[in-house]
């Protein structure tokens, strides 16, 4: 049944501004996916090559993931009923608080239901009035938006320019009281490039500032065992006081968890809003999150099928002098700049039978549109042979 609702005022100032939103190309709509992730996915009907996930171990869709969630969901059920303060905090949980504090050599993990929210959390419970939050430009939203929501004040430092973060916290004076928070993505989500951790942790130190790291894109792929940008560089919980990681990226689950000190992670139980006032993950997903954690850590080959093809994917691009940036992270964006044009790419890339979107502002700075690509060890060389072939093709068209 089709429903019309009668023209208001907020349905015609709604209706210019999407209007603004067609006519800068940066209109967006979702496709509909008509199974799991993978390779390959099928895409309203069509089975396309997939470039654009960031299930980058291919874990997914994993068979022994998928048994592990369907044994959660029989021993815990669907719902987890309430927050994890009320009655929303299982055994199960627990056990996945304890393995992620491992995993990141932190005293203790907490889960949130997903890594906007858990960025959110963090901030706002770390910094407030008279603080100062300072952020790298292109950091992800969520970062960017607790900062805002935490009342302190929002600083940039351009992207990745740490001698300008040092100058900047050099001229700025705090009462006694107030502190610095640094925040930054491990890897940068749209360029794929990493923050210098080594630093970070410098300029932190030297300015008695808390050091923050969303690991978002790091974690699973970088350092032994995937534990992550800070573990790669060796840096202990006392240089990157406070981790944040996703779960539904890397580990092919859902959510996201903070780990540092006993007290972060105390502090966060009692003050985080959007952990005391929200309902648990689903004990289910984190069953299914035990068994991803655990074949992360142990299946080391999927890393390294996956650098391989970055190195392949990277070497055949620049030796076709497609405008590649400068990344060795599974994102490998291929920068177009025109929103137009690079939506005419994205589409002639699906003509060819690979599905690489058209990523464009405000997701991206302004004139910066590009195709991001993304690898993952489901993939095999000759997938790139044909995505490389089919970027010739479009680019150049
Ligand atoms: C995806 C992402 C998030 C958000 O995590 P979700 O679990 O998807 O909400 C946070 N930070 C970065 C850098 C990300 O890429």
């Given at each position: 049944m089709q429903i019309h609702t009668p023209a208001t005022p907020l349905t015609s100032r709604l209706r210019d501004r999407l209007a603004t939103v067609q006519f800068r190309q940066r209109y967006r709509r979702r496709r509909h996916l008509e199974g799991p992730q993978g390779r390959e996915i099928c895409l309203d009907n069509k089975t396309l090559l997939n470039f654009c996930s960031n299930d980058y171990l291919g874990l997914a869709n994993d068979p022994r993931i998928i048994a592990a969630l369907k044994r959660g969901a029989d021993q815990?059920?669907?719902?987890?009923?309430?927050?994890h303060l009320v009655v929303g905090h299982s055994r199960v949980h627990q056990q996945l608080e304890l393995a992620l504090a491992d995993f990141t050599q932190r005293e203790r993990a907490l889960v949130f239901t997903n890594g906007y929210s858990a960025n959110m959390a963090v901030i706002r419970a770390l910094a407030g009035e008279g603080d100062v939050v300072w952020q790298d430009c292109l950091n992800h939203a969520s970062l960017l938006d607790g900062g805002w929501i935490s009342r302190a004040e929002v600083r940039w430092f351009a992207h990745r320019d740490y001698h300008q973060l040092q100058q900047l916290l050099r001229d700025t004076e705090l009462q006694s009281e107030q502190q610095h928070l640094i925040a930054s993505d491990g890897v940068f989500s749209m360029d794929g490039d990493m923050a210098d951790i080594a630093s970070l942790t410098h300029i932190a130190r030297t300015h008695n500032a808390c050091l923050m790291i969303d690991d978002a894109h790091g974690f699973g792929v970088l350092g032994e065992q995937g534990r992550g940008s800070v573990s790669a560089c060796e840096f202990n919980g006392e240089a990157v006081p406070v981790l944040v990681g996703t779960l539904?990226?890397?580990?092919?689950?859902a959510g996201a968890f903070v780990a540092g000190s006993d007290e972060l992670i105390e502090w966060l139980i009692q003050s985080a809003r959007n952990y005391i006032f929200s309902t648990a993950m689903p004990s289910a997903i984190a069953a299914a999150t035990l068994c991803s954690l655990h074949i992360v850590q142990t299946e080391q080959w999927r890393r390294d099928h996956l650098n391989e093809l970055i190195h392949y994917f990277s070497h055949c691009a620049r030796q076709m002098q497609l405008p590649l940036l400068h990344s060795?992270?599974?994102?490998q964006p291929l920068l177009l700049n025109d929103s137009a044009t690079c939506l005419r790419v994205s589409q002639a890339l699906e003509q060819l039978g690979i599905y690489a979107a058209a990523i464009r502002p405000p997701t991206v700075p302004e004139n910066s549109s590009r195709i991001r690509v993304t690898l993952s060890a489901a993939h095999c060389r000759s997938d790139i042979d044909k995505l490389i072939e089919a970027l010739v093709k479009s680019i150049r068209a």
């Open positions: 815990y059920g669907v719902g987890s009923g309430a927050s539904g990226k890397a580990f092919g689950t060795t992270t599974p994102i």
